[in-house]
């Protein structure tokens, strides 16, 4: 078993009255309220101590968050740059790049080989999905997410074990005539790929890709879900067992020489947790592609429907009307609304000039 150590570089100097008043401190908080002084500070501080991880063995991970006092790590290839040149022994795990968020992700592959070449070998490449109000702040489109995930990685794998001159990619989401990266990445074919992610779906989809599986604060039975998938998975793809190696999972801990030390500043995790995440309502349940804005599946009407969308129901919305099934599902009801027909709502769909 290994063990990676990793810092969001969380920002908790903004007044705690500004972040009450404010109803996201994550994209819309200005940053007036980050006072560059005092993050050189933090930077200067959780760099060394990335560095003393080096001196102890113990490997380090490197995040990415954008616009928010969660975390200043807005940049993970600046951090993996330097972590590459100024480690000498452990493994350095980006994780990661959003690349579901970058137009080109033949550039994050030349960026994760580049790092590879000059940390001599130490690198391991993560993917995160991404989501909430990172598609916001990197001006991305929710919808076809996941798609855009997965052919993101299949290019930058690909640029990153071709060694036989150009290729053209003329994917769905992607499409670059000229792809040639130097230098090739010191690892071969590639370093090692890992996989953020819980839902079932996407957690089998890593199990037959073969990449290691991490999790983060997904609690003991939704764990359970996301690894059974992935080794169902695994298995009807044909792919040898693998031992709990292959899998991960971050969790938030706190040491201290006495019980009361680690309870009384492992207790600043709550801050991170109920604080630093909050978040509007339009980055999460009211983002395109994540939650049917209208419930027009919902037997119980269109009004009734946005009602429950109100009060912030936490039923999950069925799988054909989440991401590309919103639209078809809209659709239909529109149809059915013009037609007269049966199950028609009780008033036209919002954004009736669909065709």
């Known amino acids: 078993m290994d063990a990676w150590w990793q810092c969001e570089v969380p920002y908790p100097f903004v007044p705690q009255?500004?972040?009450?008043?404010?109803?996201?401190?994550?994209?819309?908080?200005?940053?007036?309220?980050?006072?560059?002084?005092?993050?050189a500070d933090l930077f200067e501080q959780v760099i060394d101590e990335f560095l003393l991880c080096d001196d102890l063995g113990l490997n380090v991970l490197a995040v990415e968050h954008h616009a928010g006092i969660n975390s200043l790590?807005?940049?993970?290839?600046?951090?993996?740059?330097?972590?590459?040149?100024?480690?000498?022994?452990?493994?350095?795990?980006?994780?990661?790049t959003l690349i579901?968020?970058?137009?080109?992700?033949?550039?994050?592959?030349?960026?994760?080989?580049?790092?590879?070449?000059?940390?001599?070998?130490?690198?391991?490449?993560?993917?995160?999905?991404?989501?909430?109000?990172?598609?916001?702040s990197n001006n991305a489109n929710p919808v076809n997410n996941v798609e855009r995930y997965w052919e993101a990685?299949?290019?930058?794998?690909?640029?990153?074990?071709?060694?036989?001159?150009?290729?053209?990619?003329?994917?769905?989401?992607?499409?670059?005539?000229?792809?040639?990266?130097?230098?090739?990445?010191?690892q071969q074919p590639h370093p090692r790929l890992w996989s953020a992610t819980g839902d079932p779906d996407t957690a089998a989809e890593v199990g037959r890709?073969?990449?290691?599986?991490?999790?983060?604060?997904?609690?003991?039975?939704?764990?359970?879900?996301?690894?059974?998938?992935?080794?169902?998975?695994?298995?009807?793809?044909?792919?040898p067992k693998v031992t709990t190696d292959n899998f991960a999972y971050a969790a938030f801990v706190y040491v201290g020489d006495t019980d009361?030390?680690?309870?009384r500043v492992g207790g600043k995790l709550l801050w991170f947790l109920h604080t630093s995440l909050k978040s509007a309502p339009q980055y999460s349940r009211f983002l395109p592609g994540t939650?049917?804005?209208?419930?027009?599946?919902?037997?119980?009407?269109?009004?009734?429907?946005?009602?429950?969308?109100?009060?912030?129901?936490?039923?999950?919305?069925?799988?054909d009307q989440t991401r590309d099934g919103g639209l078809s599902v809209a659709r239909a009801a529109l149809r059915r609304w013009r037609s007269g027909g049966p199950g028609r709502p009780s008033s036209p769909p919002a954004g009736s000039a669909w065709r």
């Open 17 to 39: 009255e500004i972040l009450d008043a404010t109803d996201s401190v994550r994209a819309s908080l200005p940053n007036k309220y980050c006072d560059p002084k005092i993050a």
């Open 73 to 96: 790590l807005g940049a993970n290839p600046v951090l993996l740059g330097i972590l590459a040149r100024q480690t000498r022994q452990v493994r350095i795990l980006s994780l990661g």
């Open 100 to 136: 579901s968020l970058r137009q080109d992700p033949v550039r994050a592959a030349e960026e994760y080989a580049t790092a590879d070449v000059i940390s001599r070998g130490r690198l391991e490449i993560g993917f995160v999905k991404s989501g909430g109000s990172e598609m916001a």
């Open 153 to 186: 990685i299949d290019l930058i794998k690909k640029a990153l074990s071709h060694h036989e001159g150009p290729f053209s990619w003329e994917g769905k989401h992607y499409t670059h005539r000229h792809v040639n990266i130097w230098p090739r990445p010191w």
């Open 209 to 239: 890709r073969g990449m290691v599986h991490v999790l983060i604060l997904r609690g003991p039975e939704g764990t359970r879900r996301a690894y059974a998938a992935h080794r169902q998975a695994r298995a009807e793809a044909g792919l």
């Open 260 to 263: 009361d030390e680690g309870l």
């Open 291 to 319: 939650v049917p804005p209208l419930r027009l599946h919902d037997p119980r009407g269109v009004g009734e429907g946005h009602q429950a969308l109100r009060e912030g129901s936490s039923a999950p919305p069925p799988r």
